[in-house]
């Protein structure tokens, strides 16, 4: 079947760096990926939705220069956060849907991906 | 815009019994499909079920049914024969259905279900 997988699960980094998560659709095309927020016992926050070969479309309060999103091919989407600071310390999870399918086809997530800033 | 409650935070069932976890949603679309994922401590987001708002009959797997009430804007998950490796949190979600529309899902706060021995 489907499968995302994001990497890596796990980072820790010092306040001031920037860290990039990946998220790949192994099995399939994705033109386009979701990534999410989610912070300790809460629920899933839609952070923004990665297009392939455009711009990312950000959620309202989500700061564009601060988690930079690229969706260079049709199987990747990274993430970036920049200038990490210990706030920004959650769960990041990203989503696809496989391109070949219909518009309602289902989302398969990756299993996320744990940022401490220290 | 569209929102997504759960009004339990947090449910018990004994093995084998069954339970129910509730949702609401607020929308003003017609057309849109609804969703129970589970992550369990792995925090892997797995679908449970979906439901497309068009169709009127529940549905089912295995285990797992939902009760669709559209006018009541509701959409409860029964977990039947309940089983260890249910325990998890669940969390609905919605999608719009538009063309055009968001491909997103907005969630519910989710409902952490445990299962007693």
């Known amino acids: 079947g489907a499968v995302v997988s994001q990497h890596p699960s796990r980072v820790i980094c010092k306040s001031g760096t920037s860290v990039k998560i990946e998220c790949r659709s192994l099995?399939?095309?994705?033109?386009?990926m979701f990534w999410y927020r989610q912070f300790p016992k809460q629920s899933l926050m839609l952070m923004a939705t990665s297009n392939e070969g455009s711009k990312a479309t950000y959620e309202q309060g989500v700061e564009k220069d601060k988690f930079l999103i690229n969706h260079a091919s049709l199987t990747l989407s990274t993430l970036t956060v920049t200038s990490a600071h210990p706030e920004d310390s959650s769960f990041y999870i990203c989503?696809?849907?496989?391109?070949?399918?219909?518009?309602?086809?289902?989302?398969?997530f990756g299993n996320g991906t744990r940022l401490t800033v220290t | 815009a569209q929102t997504v409650t759960q009004s339990q935070p947090e449910m018990s069932v004994q093995e084998a019994e069954t339970v129910t976890l509730s949702c609401t949603y607020d929308t003003s679309e017609s057309d849109y499909y609804l969703f129970w994922y589970k992550q369990p401590p792995s925090r892997q987001m797995i679908l449970v079920i979906r439901q497309e708002a068009y169709k009127q009959q529940n549905a089912t797997e295995n285990r797992f049914s939902v009760n669709f009430q559209k006018a009541a804007k509701s959409f409860s998950l029964k977990i039947s024969d309940s089983q260890l490796g249910d325990a998890a949190m669940y969390f609905c979600?919605?999608?719009?259905?538009?063309?055009?529309?968001?491909?997103?899902?907005?969630f519910g706060k989710g409902t952490k279900l445990t299962v007693n021995p």
């Open positions: 989503s696809a849907r496989d391109g070949r399918g219909t518009y309602n086809s289902p989302l398969h």
């Open positions: 099995d399939f095309q994705a033109t386009t």
């Open positions: 979600a919605y999608r719009s259905d538009r063309t055009g529309g968001s491909e997103k899902l907005v």
